[in-house]
């Protein structure tokens, strides 16, 4: 029975993760969710983002957290329309949040929208919010086998951003390993390596995004919502709420 609940919760979602995106194509807005685990430097990529894109492609951001709105300042500070959502307790994003702040979002200068989930490489994964791609962060610091760990987050997504790649010395990490690893999740997957701290690598990124805005602005639209994420269509047992 648990299992039907959250088949019928992930439907509810889908529909208005479908009605999102009817609104980001009504504005021409390519959307990212971007997602990973706290600290993985989602905040850092973005602050340093608008200011790599062209002048002529503006980047809004809405924020996820459970609490505070640090992040959501740190966008104001580096220039960026924000909307921050805090979740209270949910350890994600769902279409409804999504909906309920493009409420307060002006769509109408914006390019490129980045949502930043909640940091977690679990659950995220599983909810559609209408964007065009999944990407997400896996940092050094977590380790090479967090792809075998963490499928779904991986096989979800388009682009797999390994960030602080400076301290890759510092903690023994193995590039060729994480990469096999994110690759047997999926094997399409998109991967760049860089660092925000000192910027190495950051301009990839930016190829990627507008690459990826290209190919939708030509037409290039995200299959229609198949049935549930993976593993076999069947929805993921929870043991919290999702509210
Ligand atoms: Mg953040
Ligand atoms: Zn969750």
Not at 24 to 32: D, G, I, R, T, W
Not at 86 to 108: P, R, V, W, Y
Not at 209 to 215: D, G, H, S, W
Request: proline share 6%; glycine share 6%.
């Amino acid at each position: 029975m648990k299992i039907k609940v959250m088949d019928n919760l992930l439907k509810a979602n889908d529909v208005i993760a479908q009605n999102n995106r009817a609104l980001f194509e009504a504005h021409n807005v390519f959307v990212v969710n971007l997602m990973s685990s706290p600290g993985s430097g989602k905040t850092s990529l973005l602050e340093k983002t608008a200011g790599l894109l062209p002048e002529d492609v503006k980047l809004g951001v809405i924020e996820g957290d459970i609490e505070t709105a640090e992040d959501a300042k740190r966008m104001e500070k580096a220039g960026i329309p924000v909307v921050q959502i805090q979740t209270g307790s949910a350890c994600h994003l769902d279409a409804n949040m999504i909906a309920g702040a493009l409420e307060e979002f002006d769509l109408a200068p914006i390019d490129i929208l980045v949502i930043e989930n909640v940091g977690n490489l679990v659950c995220p994964a599983e909810f559609r919010v209408g964007e065009d791609h999944k990407a997400m962060i896996l940092s050094v610091t977590e380790g090479a086998e967090k792809p075998l760990k963490y499928p779904l987050m991986f096989h979800e997504s388009s682009l797999c951003v390994i960030n602080k790649i400076d301290l890759a010395p510092y903690c023994d990490f193995d590039m060729e390993k994480a990469r096999e690893n994110a690759r047997h999740s999926s094997p399409d997957l998109d991967i760049i390596e860089l660092s925000c701290r000192t910027g190495e690598g950051l301009e990839k990124w930016v190829e990627w995004l507008l690459a990826k805005r290209n190919a939708y602005l030509s037409g290039v639209k995200p299959p229609p919502f198949a049935p549930p994420h993976g593993h076999g269509g069947k929805a993921h047992e929870h043991t919290h709420p999702h509210t």
